[in-house]
């Protein structure tokens, strides 16, 4: 319409990234859908919040935070070899041992496909606005955020 | 002649000079120093769902650390809006740890009116009349009965929602319906105005349409404005100024063209060209007009000016009165109040406001009742926390999804933001430092003094006096300041006043010293006071468009 020039960059696809080692993997797999975990509508796992976690540990996250994560599966990886009930031996007392994997978690299923619009409601272009609508115990609330979603690892992420 | 008027940016007050002087029946070149945008391809992220960004809207960390450490310094860059800021590692510029300044860009056609906060408040007449009066700064060269037109020919044209208040300092305009408050504002507003002598709390009056203008439709409400809205449903270059503009047939736009600086000649007192250099080729040529309206924003404008130099001197042809460049003004921004409202849970906004509501100043009106200087304003809203409050806490399972269904309490958040007195130390001058264009860049040192401090520290204790008054619960304040420039308002560094000795800009927004220059974008604010200025810049520029085109008309321009 107006001038020449380039014009906005597109968006780019998520960035490839490579998998944490088998048995890695599987534990952030199983610990994902200990944390959301299936019913009426799927978990962690099938909203694909492992790979989504292992994409933020090679891209996203700086070294400090990296190192936290790792020890944190660490942590996991020998609650469930111990045995027993990972309610119980995912927790010191009542502190849950990866706070860190925890809330990556929850900000990766509430933003995947299925944790936005299956699980919450997804309603991208509203076309009204009401201030004080009506809401009951059985409404699900919007995934969306206004100003848009910020997410932060600072240490002592969880708490 | 290239045109009658080169314009030298396309933003928020370069669009304003582009539509009235086309209007007015002059030619008009509009240079722009970045990409082209075509509002019906280019907001590539508007209303896309979270998990089609490639870092959710995360942003994409790595790439700002290197990057974009300035532009990362704002809160929420992220990967829905990065393309929209520049890339600080391609146009540095010095600033210095104990007088650290953000400068927060976005170089593209219609440059921050595609992510400006779109709060549009009219100075007053306590504005215009306390400034230079009380030992701050110079008076302004005009009142606001001056401006006040121009005011209401901005405000119909723009779209502006808002209530007619009715309070002296904060002048009423010409508003479609707002959005509106939600019961817990209510809640809060009746709560202050109970407690705190009728304080006010009112609709924050924004740039978006309620009501159709022309093309451009009411707000769908999606949320992100910043992404970019294909409705033209806010104001901005593309959805408002420029279509006007071009519809005339008498703009030429030339994008990824950097301004180098302006041609001076001594003899005649007036400018006679400018340079510009291909923003790709590097290659450097000269284009001309009768007159030149610098809109490049507050220190683009500058920097321009500083690097037009007069034969004779040797020295910026703009720089008589040594006030080019000083005088270097943000808004106190930063301190805020953040607390839970008990109750309404059985209600919940549907649909993204664009806006909130706003705290219009209460100190200092008549005589001075604080500790500091002039005064504030906040900026605010009540909305319930969403899923995202489960990142905290030590609970997994059903119990934890399940919770998450439901949205979360009531929060009232406001963030004060406050006049920035203008300081002679407080400035930007040029670097031996040379940019990618070969252009000298700019050395910026900004410092927030003790009026300042001051005033941040009212802000924190008020905002918890209010949210006290309103019954909130788990009262979180801050009263700390960042660097200079993150409350994304820098002005001043070409101010307006009568006296060329103290002033850059006389009161049609002309140099003193160049006749055919004028600058219209917050270069020329002799103050800050507390309203957000892109309202101001607008009707600043559209009157001193028409003088330009009236002088033009005349012959003596």
Redesign the interface.
């Given at each position: 319409m107006m001038g020449g020039g380039d014009t906005a960059p597109a968006v780019s696809p998520p960035p490839s990234y490579t998998p944490f080692p088998p048995e890695r993997h599987a534990a952030l797999e199983r610990l994902v859908d200990l944390v959301i975990p299936a019913d009426d509508t799927p978990g962690g796992k099938d909203a694909g919040v492992t790979g989504f976690i292992e994409m933020m540990h090679q891209h996203w996250m700086n070294d400090e935070e990296r190192r936290r994560c790792d020890a944190e599966l660490d942590l996991v990886l020998a609650a469930f070899a111990a045995g027993g009930d990972p309610a119980v031996t995912l927790y010191d007392g009542a502190r849950f041992k990866a706070p860190t994997l925890r809330k990556l978690t929850v900000y990766g299923y509430y933003t995947s496909e299925i944790g936005a619009s299956q699980e919450l409601d997804l309603n991208l272009v509203p076309g009204a606005y009401d201030a004080c609508a009506a809401f009951g115990a059985d409404d699900k609330a919007p995934s969306l955020y206004v100003w848009g979603i910020s997410m932060s690892l600072a240490s002592g992420a969880g708490a | 002649m290239d045109a009658d008027v080169i314009i030298v940016g396309s933003g928020i007050s370069g669009g304003w000079a582009a539509k009235e002087l086309t209007e007015r029946g002059f030619s008009v070149l509009l240079l722009?120093r970045g990409?082209?945008?075509?509002p019906?391809?280019?907001?590539?992220?508007e209303?896309?769902?979270?998990?089609?960004?490639?870092?959710?809207?995360?942003?994409?960390?790595?790439r700002y650390?290197r990057d974009y450490k300035v532009q990362s310094r704002m809160?929420?860059l992220?990967?829905?809006?990065a393309?929209w800021f520049v890339n600080d590692a391609e146009n540095p510029y010095e600033t210095v740890p104990e007088a650290d300044f953000a400068w927060i860009r976005g170089y593209?056609?219609g440059g921050r009116s595609i992510t400006w906060g779109r709060a549009s408040f009219r100075l007053s007449p306590l504005n215009f009349s306390e400034a230079g009066r009380d030992g701050h700064g110079i008076p302004w060269p005009i009142g606001y009965d001056d401006l006040a037109p121009w005011y209401s020919h901005v405000e119909r044209f723009i779209g502006v929602n808002g209530d007619a208040d009715g309070i002296p300092s904060l002048p009423d305009g010409e508003f479609m319906p707002p959005?509106?408050?939600?019961?817990?504002e209510e809640h809060v507003k009746g709560a202050v105005a109970a407690k705190f002598g009728g304080r006010p709390i009112i609709n924050e009056r924004s740039a978006v349409l309620t009501q159709p203008i022309g093309d451009r439709q009411p707000?769908?409400?999606?949320?992100?404005c910043i992404r970019g809205c294909s409705t033209g449903s806010y104001f901005s270059s593309e959805s408002s100024t420029?279509p006007a503009a071009?519809a005339t047939g008498r703009?030429k736009?030339?994008?990824?063209v950097v301004v180098d600086s302006l041609v001076h000649d001594p003899a005649t007192k007036r400018v006679t060209g400018v340079r510009i250099i291909d923003a790709?080729s590097r290659t450097r040529s000269t284009v001309s007009a009768r007159v030149v309206f610098l809109n490049a924003s507050t220190l683009g404008s500058t920097q321009i000016l500083l690097n037009s130099i007069d034969a004779d001197t040797g020295r910026s042809f703009a720089n008589r009165s040594d006030a080019l460049g000083r005088y270097l003004m943000d808004h106190v921004m930063g301190p805020f109040g953040l607390a839970t409202i008990p109750g309404?849970?059985?209600?919940?906004?549907?649909?993204?406001?664009?806006s909130g509501i706003y705290i219009p100043r209460f100190q200092n009106l008549a005589g001075t009742d604080r500790a500091f200087r002039r005064g504030y304003g906040y900026q605010g809203s009540a909305?319930?926390q969403?899923?995202?409050r489960?990142?905290?806490?030590?609970d997994?399972?059903?119990s934890?999804?399940h919770r998450?269904?439901?949205?979360g309490p009531w929060q009232m958040f406001i963030g004060g933001m406050g006049e920035c007195m203008p300081y002679a130390d407080n400035r930007a001058v040029l670097s031996k430092q040379i940019d990618n264009w070969g252009r000298p860049q700019l050395h910026v040192e900004f410092h927030w003094h003790e009026n300042e401090l001051a005033m941040a520290k009212d802000m924190a204790a008020e905002a918890r006096a209010m949210l006290a008054a309103a019954g909130a619960t788990d009262i979180v304040v801050g009263d700390t300041l960042g660097p200079g420039g993150l409350a994304i308002h820098e002005m001043g560094t070409a101010r307006m006043g009568d006296d060329p000795a103290q002033a850059v800009l006389n009161a049609h927004n002309q140099c003193h010293d160049a006749a055919n220059v004028f600058v219209t974008d917050g270069a020329c604010m002799t103050a800050s006071a507390a309203q957000n200025p892109s309202l101001t810049y607008m009707a600043l520029t559209a009157r001193a468009a028409a003088f330009a085109a009236d002088q033009m008309k005349q012959g003596v321009l």
């Open positions: - | 722009e990409r082209n945008v075509d019906s391809s280019d907001y590539v992220t209303h896309l769902a979270p998990y089609e960004l490639p870092y959710r809207g995360f942003g994409d960390r790595q650390a809160a929420g992220s990967d829905a809006n393309h593209h056609l959005h509106g408050m939600n019961c817990v707000c769908h409400y999606c949320g992100p420029l071009t703009l736009v030339m994008t990824d790709k309404f849970t059985d209600r919940m906004p549907m649909g993204n406001r664009p909305s319930r969403m899923w995202t489960g990142g905290e806490g030590d997994i399972g059903l934890l999804k998450l269904r439901q949205p």
